[in-house]
Nanobody
Framework: VQLQASGGGLVQAGDSLRLSCAAS???????MGWFRQVPGKEREFVAS????????SYADTVKGRSTISRDNAANTMYLQLNQPKPEDSGVYYC?????????????????WGRGTLVTVSS
């Protein structure tokens, strides 16, 4: 399984942002998640989604401003981030688990994609 995140770039604070994560293999049975990292800091949890989209979890920092979703037929996961703030800047990574539900722990994820850089200007 290979994952590829896309959709990053330079956005203005207050604009909306939509990231995509495309999988080369089939992930319709895998829980997935988004993490982000800034230089000098640990990679942190952003959001996760169960294999069927029925269960979602968000970090407090993005709760109420973001929506994680997936289209299993297209092997793609999304992260919509509304009203982004400069502190949302970072490299966003998508990840998938072999088994288990969505998790906030990056060590629980088995597959990682190359990140996409998001820069939010004030």
């Amino acid at each position: 399984v290979q994952l590829q995140a896309s959709g990053g770039g330079l956005v203005q604070a207050g604009d909306s942002l939509r990231l995509s994560c495309a999988a080369s293999g089939t992930l319709w049975r895998n829980a997935m998640g988004w993490f982000r990292q800034v230089p000098g800091k640990e990679r942190e949890f952003v959001a996760s989604i169960s294999w069927n989209g029925g269960s979602k979890s968000y970090a407090d920092t993005v709760k109420g401003r973001s929506t994680i979703s997936r289209d299993n037929a297209a092997n793609t996961m999304y992260l919509q981030l509304n009203q982004p703030k400069p502190e949302d800047s970072g490299v966003y990574y998508c990840a998938a688990r072999r088994t288990g539900n969505g998790s906030t722990y990056r060590s629980h994820y088995d597959y990682w994609g190359r990140g996409t850089l998001v820069t939010v200007s004030s």
